[in-house]
């Protein structure tokens, strides 16, 4: 063994993992007699959406740092379990572009002022990554049942509350996965998004497969309906508006029609949440 393959871990692990996948957990196409247990390298390549020669040169260690989206593809074709596909993007040490320093996201006073002043509307900015920048108290008391509540698509994936609080979660699901990667395409050199992408094809097999499909035409539907303990089913409007002077960041709105069911649990919300602020009191 040459000097170049003593340092190649990423090629290692990959021949590795082959080697142990079963053919036919990959699929149809892997079916038939086997000379060599595993899978062969055009099979991975095949089931991961690369050509041969590319993923032939990730085992060989000539290529060593894959984007971050064909790592989660090679996660998703070698069926790693969370400590395994951790150990791949550990090893492949995923580009994002040119690297810089992690963007600071601040949500301008005005808009702040303006979402705070809706009593009736939840409403919340979110980031380049889906980040939850702000809330207003209606917004933060429709959320109080997450406890990943930092992120929108950890929301989604990520947390038990996720899939009772989205009524319609595979629909959610692949329109947030869909508009995430229309962001990446926008700015891929953008770290925090690769770094969340990272975390979900690790941490969600639903993610996982999602991402490897790369489908990009779905949308998060106008009308969504959401469920919270306390006050019920709720079917609401959801718009967005991109904030002027603030590349990335989108202002999100929940309206109910007037005069609904849901109008009046939203109404019984804010009452709750404001309950629940005074019994806790001013903060010091």
Not at 59 to 77: D, F, H
Not at 144 to 149: E, K, L, Q, V
Not at 221 to 245: D, M
Request: hydrophobic share 40%.
């Amino acid at each position: 063994m040459d000097g170049a393959d003593t340092s190649n871990a990423l090629g290692r692990f990959l021949r590795r993992h082959r080697a142990l996948t079963r053919p036919e957990r990959a699929g149809p196409q892997t079916a038939g007699r086997r000379q060599v247990p595993g899978l062969r390298r055009d099979e991975v390549a095949r089931l991961a959406g690369l050509s041969t020669g590319y993923y032939a040169r990730l085992e060989q260690g000539r290529q060593r740092n894959p984007s971050w989206q064909t790592v989660a593809t090679l996660v998703r074709a070698l069926r790693l379990d969370e400590p395994a596909a951790a150990e791949l993007y550990r090893l492949a040490r995923p580009v994002v572009g040119r690297r810089r320093p992690a963007r600071v996201e601040r949500v301008a006073p005005e808009v702040l002022r303006l979402m705070n002043g809706w009593t009736d509307v939840p409403a919340y900015v979110l980031g380049w990554s889906h980040n939850v920048l702000a809330r207003n108290p209606l917004a933060a008391a429709l959320h109080s049942r997450f406890a990943h509540d930092d992120n929108m698509l950890r929301m989604i994936f990520l947390d038990p509350a996720g899939r009772e609080f989205f009524r319609d979660w595979s629909a959610t699901a692949r329109a947030a996965v869909a508009e995430l990667r229309k962001i990446a395409l926008n700015a891929p050199d953008e770290r925090s998004l690769a770094e969340l992408v990272g975390e979900l094809s690790i941490k969600s097999p639903q993610f996982r497969r999602l991402w490897a499909e790369q489908k990009s035409g779905e949308t998060v539907r106008r009308t969504i309906r959401l469920s919270h303990p306390e006050v019920g089913e709720l079917y609401l409007i959801r718009a967005v508006f991109l904030i002027a002077g603030a590349p990335g960041q989108r202002l999100v709105t929940y309206q109910a029609e007037p005069g609904s069911a849901s109008a009046d649990a939203l109404a019984l919300l804010a009452t709750l949440a404001a309950s629940d602020l005074g019994e806790c009191g001013p903060s010091a």
